[in-house]
């Protein structure tokens, strides 16, 4: 079965410093790859996901991630944080070939300062 | 509606009451998933409804859980007798397709504290 680990639960960043919320999954078999954010008291919504080609993918709100599928990373990154960016991030894996379920991570709480 | 509706949005119980989620996906929406969100644990997968097919029951925690979908629509996650550690989040969410090729869309989730 695939698993997600996402070992920091909380980063902590000033405003307009980068960013790298990272992810590692495990899966014997190939895999679908997702990022979702949860701004406070909404509810999930996808930021980008990686099916296949270009292993550098790119999402809403300036975020990109990279799969890097020999050391099983999924690591998301943003050049430069905004206050607005203070939201947990979830990461999240599937088995490909369709009708698997997606199994997610246990969070990283994003805090940006001033 | 536009977007996945779960209601009620808070729900107080007492322990060893009987509870019902409901949750009403995206018309159209052939999948609909149930998760967990407890604080420290992330999203936990309970139960994955797809079509016609058999669900995916594999997370569902105890048999104090069930959930139906009637008519391939409107789902009901049912929690019996329950307990002080089925407090949490529990979040539906809907897609198109199976996960890995379509986006979840979630729900706001139903916050269920038992006393």
């Known amino acids: 079965a695939q698993s997600v680990t996402q070992l920091d639960s909380q980063v902590p960043v000033f405003e307009e410093a980068p960013v790298e919320l990272r992810c590692n999954y495990s899966?014997?078999?190939?895999?679908?790859l997702f990022w979702y954010v949860q701004y406070p008291n909404q509810g999930l919504q996808l930021l980008l996901k990686?099916?296949?080609?270009?292993?550098l993918v790119k999402g809403i709100n300036g975020f990109e991630a990279e799969f890097n599928k020999s050391q099983t990373s999924f690591h998301l990154r943003k050049p430069s944080v905004h206050i607005s960016d203070t939201a947990e991030y979830f990461c999240?894996?599937?088995?490909?070939?369709?009708?698997?379920?997606?199994?997610f991570g246990t969070g990283t709480q994003l805090k940006v300062e001033l | 509606g536009a977007g996945v509706s779960q209601s009620p949005s808070n729900k107080v119980t007492e322990k060893g009451k009987d509870v019902e989620l409901r949750c009403d996906p995206i018309?159209?929406?052939?999948?609909l998933y149930w998760y967990r969100q407890s604080l420290g644990q992330g999203l936990e997968f309970l139960i994955y409804?797809?079509?016609?097919?058999?669900?995916?029951k594999s997370g569902l925690p105890s048999d104090r859980f069930s959930a139906e979908r009637t008519g391939g629509s409107v789902s009901t996650l049912t929690i019996q007798r329950t307990q002080q550690e089925d407090s949490a989040v529990y979040l539906c969410?809907?897609?198109?397709?199976?996960?890995?090729?379509?986006?979840?869309?979630f729900g706001e989730g139903s916050r269920l504290t038992v006393l």
């Open positions: 018309s159209g929406h052939t999948a």
């Open positions: 990686y099916l296949s080609g270009s292993t």
């Open positions: 969410a809907s897609s198109l397709v199976g996960s890995s090729t379509g986006e979840l869309f």
């Open positions: 409804f797809q079509g016609n097919s058999a669900p995916d």
């Open positions: 999240a894996v599937t088995l490909t070939g369709g009708g698997n379920k997606l199994t």
């Open positions: 899966s014997s078999v190939s895999v679908y």
